[in-house]
Each structure stands twice: as C-alpha cells, then as structure tokens.
C-alpha cells in the first residue's frame, strides 16, 4: 500500500481539463519534499512527465502543468487529447520509509 | 542517445536466484545514481531500490530488503539486482531507471529502460 493516494481513474471528453490530485503526509510532500510525474502510456516504461512539481522536461507539451500544496500535488491535462489515455503516477521521497523512494498508487486517464 | 537495456528476466522456482543486469549508455554512467522499479502484472509502479553513483550508499524497499541486493560497474556501465529467495509475489516487469543526480535524495528518474520480466512461479 503506498503512502501517495491517487484517484484510480479519471476521465474526460477531448478539449476539457482533468485533474489528478496525489495526497501524502508530513512526512513525504507535507515535509517539503518535491513531487514529481510520470505517464505510462499502454504497453510502454513510464516517461518523466513533470519534475520538481511543476517542470516539464523538454518536449512535454505545455498542456501537462503541476503543482504543489501542503501535503497534497495535483496534475492537471488541459485541452485533453486521445493520445493523453494512459496512467499516471506521482513520486516522491518519503523519510520514514527505510527505502524513501515511493509512488503514488496510480491514475488511468480515459479519454470519452 | 541515452538509453538503458534490462536483461536477466526468466521464470523461476520459488525460493530460486536471479540476476538482473541493465546496460546503459549515451551518458556518464558514473556520475548518476540508478533505480530498480518493478511493476506486477496489472498492477502500480513500485520502488525496489537505488544506488549512488560510487556504490557507496545503497536503499531498499521493505518488501526486498534482506533478499535483493543492488550493485554497479562503472567499468562496465552496468547496474545489477541480485534476487534470492524469490516469491510469487515479485513476479513483475522490472525497469532501470536513471536517476538526475548522483545523489541519493529526493530526486526524480528522466530516463527508463524498457524492461525485463521475472515469473517466479512452480
């Protein structure tokens, strides 16, 4: 069981805003500690999607934002297109884990 | 280009021994730290373990500890996981991951290999 909640799915028809909301705790996002994203496109490795909560690495379009707030993140999709239809993760760094490293249970996004 | 190529992946017993390997080039293999994340069938991303980039300092994920055991030639630009005492549990696809840094804090991965699948199954 991961220590970073996300809703199992969300869904949206093309064009509209999605969100993916990761809930953690004072001792991983709550503690300062920065939130990355991935996306996992079916049948492929995740790709880093946002780092340091709100970074897009380059080539990652500007409609993929995050954001960071208390013990919560949040990643939203604007203008939603078929091609975003896959699951996406959060990531962060928990100090009370021996391994510290963890991931957010998950999001699959459909598209309507 | 950079890129990380996992190999090793195999069914085996339970209670059995596997090595992982991860090639990786188109980059400084040692100035980063490198992952281990496995993924069950039908199921999340989970964190098994990284590695600084000189080795010398190593962290576990609780469901592994004590039974994997991480390691790296920077000889050879090579990231190991050495798995005794399989279960069925660790049945999964297993990814290498580069870290952004060489160190072992609150970092992210910008760079995944494609996989190798561990069955551990009778």
């Known amino acids: 069981q991961s220590v970073l909640t996300q809703p199992p799915s969300v869904s949206g028809a093309p064009g509209q805003r999605v969100t993916i909301s990761c809930t953690g705790s004072s001792s991983n996002i709550g503690a300062g500690y920065d939130v990355h994203w991935y996306q996992q496109l079916p049948g492929t490795a995740p790709k880093l999607l946002i780092y340091?909560?709100?970074n897009r690495p380059s080539g990652v379009p500007d409609r993929f934002s995050g954001s960071k707030s208390g013990t919560s993140a949040s990643l939203a999709i604007t203008g939603l297109q078929a091609e975003d239809e896959a699951d996406y993760y959060c990531q962060s760094y928990d100090s009370s884990l021996s391994g510290r490293y963890v991931f957010g249970t998950g999001t699959k996004v459909t598209v309507l | 280009e950079v890129q990380l190529v996992e190999s090793g992946g195999v069914v085996v017993q339970p209670g059995g021994s596997l090595r992982l390997s991860c090639a990786a080039s188109g980059f400084t293999f040692d100035d980063y730290t490198m992952h281990w994340v496995r993924q069950a069938p039908g199921k999340g991303l989970e964190w098994v373990s990284l590695i600084s980039w000189d080795g010398g300092s190593t962290y576990y994920a609780d469901s592994v500890k004590g039974r994997f055991t991480i390691s790296r030639d920077n000889s050879k630009n090579s990231l190991y996981l050495q798995m005794n005492s399989l279960r069925t549990e660790d049945t999964a696809l297993y990814y290498c991951?580069?870290?952004?840094?060489?160190?072992?804090?609150?970092?992210?991965?910008?760079?995944w290999g494609k996989g190798t699948t561990v069955t551990v199954s009778s």
């Open positions: 991951a580069k870290d952004s840094s060489s160190g072992y804090c609150c970092n992210y991965m910008d760079v």
């Open positions: 340091g909560n709100s």
